[in-house]
């Protein structure tokens, strides 16, 4: 509940651009652990970024939207 999922182009992640300008998407998961709400994304590649602030160390995956 309440992970925080935040969606950024792979390019800006990789290069440590990570601030609110470049967040592409985000949702939170609610309490079945499913996302709040749909990321909508252009086609590209993409870093999903996985955090809750206390309690889960950050994860990201990287996906590709065509």
Do not use: M, P
Not at 32 to 56: C, H, M, P
Not at 59 to 66: A, C, G, L
């Amino acid at each position: 509940d309440n992970v925080v999922v935040r969606g950024y182009l792979t390019s800006d992640y990789t290069a440590g651009n990570k601030g609110a300008a470049y967040v592409k998407g985000t949702t939170k998961t609610d309490v079945n652990g499913e996302w709040a709400e749909v990321l909508r994304l252009d086609a590209g590649a993409y870093t999903i970024e996985f955090s809750k602030q206390g309690e889960y160390e950050t994860n990201t995956t990287t996906v590709t939207v065509s």
